[in-house]
């Protein structure tokens, strides 16, 4: 019998205890999980209106308020597969950064590059859901598209819409103030106030250097709790804390990906943009079932599996994962671009 390297439930134990990529967009506002084992993730909203008791006469019945009522939602997530091959050739090389020579054995050295590879389908998985995070908040909605998978785009039907701003780089541009009106905005419509803003570095730049934001510092400056706004650039990949200000939490934020449709980098955030958002937005990573009768067809977030093909001897490892993130209360965000 040919040597199974890993069962299943090994394989998924492997992959469940390798510590992913942070992705700054997704672990901050889409950190719950949903699984729904269905074709389709479903979701309920409730109907939110501001009402107040109605005044009656205390001779007279009471007057009947009807319940609040609610919506619910379905989406068909796509689905990824992710197949590796290892053909038999590869663990009798040495491994990269192994001694001259080679120091392992043909099988741990194989151990070693399925386990590599698992690492890198679970950083490619958590990196497709940080592009789709930043759609959703860029925009309210998320386009699915795919090798024979028809286009779909997603929408989740944010009403709010910021006020029309002067772009940052101008003299007459206020962005404390556009922020604060764009704030209120989401406040009254959805009854969550936005506390973070999120900048790609080029708005960022625009931000810190307006006459507004540094009149705003220096008003403060001998405060015993100043804003603590850096003038530092960000340095890092994700989204770069770069401090306060009139009660807004600043970021900073660049990354990018590699678009399977044309083998271009991109970034995840278009240029020029700026977002709201408050964590009521209840982001929810989604995850339907999993095709696969060795999985059990439940809905978990990944699952992986490997067999071997006998002639010539091939191992295939494939992980495979039906996701979808999810914002309950997209009304909690609202974006802008705010450079020509």
Known sequence: MAFDIYSTEVLNAVVASLLGESQFLLDRYFANVQTDAAEYIMFDQLIGKRRISPFVSPLVEGQIVSSLGYTTSQFKPAYIKDKR???MNRPLKRAPGEAIGGTMTPINRLRALIAQDMQDQLAMLRRRLEVMAG???????????GDKYPTVVVDFGRSVTPPPAI????????????????????????????????????????????????????????????????????ILE????????????????????????????????????AIL????????????????EEAGLQAVPYFVKSWIEPDPSVRFVMMQSAPLVVPYRIGASAASHVLP
């Open 135 to 145: 759609a959703v908040l860029a925009t309210g909605k998320v386009t699915i598209t």
């Open 238 to 273: 994700g989204g770069v804390f770069m401090g306060t200000l009139a009660g807004f939490n600043i970021f900073a934020y660049s990354s990018w990906y590699v678009d399977p449709a044309d083998g271009v980098e991109k970034p995840i955030l278009p240029a020029g943009t």
């Open 277 to 292: 958002c408050s964590p009521a937005i209840e982001g929810y990573q989604a995850y339907g079932a999993i095709r696969d």
């Open 167 to 234: 772009t940052w780089d101008q003299p007459t541009a206020k962005p404390l103030t556009d922020i604060e009106n764009w704030a209120m905005t989401i406040l009254q419509a959805t009854g969550a106030m936005p506390r973070d803003v999120i900048m790609t570095v080029d708005a960022w730049t625009a931000f810190a250097n307006n006459s507004q934001v540094q009149a705003q510092l220096d008003r403060y400056r001998t405060w015993t709790a100043p804003p603590s706004l850096t003038n530092e650039a960000p």
């Open 85 to 87: 091959v290892f053909d």
